[in-house]
């Protein structure tokens, strides 16, 4: 059962106006950085560190490392359910003048077509790559959380009746000089939301590069996707 004083606490967090404005920048699903979120704020960067860290232990944020990253991202949909029923309720015309929210933070490189298709490592990254790995977590043929994944039955078909080579992905996976996880999520650079890393991201990406529906750029990550793989990937994803 939940205590008075517990209740109290998580509800005072919502009450300062940085600590507001942080979470509300986490509304949109993606992960940003201490600093970013700091940006969004208003507030110093080390000030920002200390409400995320408040945040982290009342359990409204969870904080992941990346390499030498660190972002923050919503717990969960309960608590983005929590802020959009506050927000709900914090509309009315008497509500005080709230000072208008900052610039949008844009994330990742500003070159457009390394935002929208790259590699990253041996496996896709990017707006599509996003937009894939949203389609097959919609359409239930692909389970991701915040510290793995997993391919179900369904997905299984699917993705062989497509062309990926399962096996090669599930032997790179077992392999115990290579210690390759099959699936996990891998937080996108420039999306801030997960893209499919691992053995079976890289079997997505080279099956893509075999059936001609991308070809890599000269002297970069950039993935120009093809006509015809344009359309197939609308078709099998029913991405835009």
């Known amino acids: 059962?939940?205590?008075?004083?517990?209740?109290?606490?998580?509800?005072?967090?919502?009450?300062?106006?940085?600590?507001?404005?942080?979470?509300?920048?986490l509304m949109d699903g993606r992960a940003l950085t201490a600093s970013e979120l700091?940006?969004?704020?208003?507030?110093?960067?080390?000030?920002?560190?200390?409400?995320?860290?408040?945040?982290?232990?009342?359990?409204?944020?969870?904080?992941?490392?990346?390499g030498r990253h660190r972002y923050h991202r919503l717990a969960s949909p309960a608590v983005a359910h929590m802020i959009e029923s506050i927000m709900s309720l914090s509309g009315g015309e008497d509500?005080?003048?709230?000072?208008?929210?900052s610039p949008a933070l844009v994330t990742g490189p500003r070159d457009k077509a390394l935002r929208y298709a790259r590699t990253c490592y041996d496996h896709l990254a990017g707006q599509l790559a996003v937009q894939i790995t949203d389609s097959l977590i919609e359409s239930g043929r692909i389970e991701l959380?915040?510290?793995?994944?997993?391919?179900?039955?369904?997905g299984d078909s699917f993705l062989r009746a497509l062309g990926v080579d399962l096996e090669a992905a599930r032997r790179r996976s077992s392999?115990?000089?290579?210690?390759?996880?099959?699936c996990r999520p891998c937080l996108?650079?420039?999306?801030?939301?997960?893209?499919?890393?691992?053995?079976l991201g890289a079997a997505l990406?080279?099956?893509?590069?075999?059936?001609?529906?991308?070809?890599?750029?000269?002297g970069g990550r950039v993935v120009t996707i093809t006509p015809n793989g344009r359309q197939a990937i609308q078709e099998f994803f029913s991405t835009k």
């Open 1 to 25: 059962m939940v205590s008075i004083s517990s209740f109290a606490q998580t509800a005072s967090l919502m009450g300062d106006l940085a600590r507001a404005g942080m979470v509300l920048a």
């Open 38 to 66: 700091a940006r969004v704020a208003g507030i110093a960067p080390q000030t920002a560190s200390g409400h995320l860290s408040r945040l982290v232990d009342a359990g409204l944020v969870v904080r992941e490392v990346q």
């Open 95 to 101: 509500t005080p003048h709230v000072p208008p929210r």
């Open 145 to 154: 959380s915040s510290d793995g994944g997993a391919l179900t039955d369904e």
């Open 175 to 182: 392999n115990k000089g290579t210690r390759r996880v099959f």
């Open 188 to 199: 996108d650079w420039s999306e801030r939301r997960p893209h499919i890393g691992g053995a």
């Open 205 to 218: 990406c080279q099956c893509y590069f075999d059936k001609g529906w991308m070809r890599r750029a000269a």
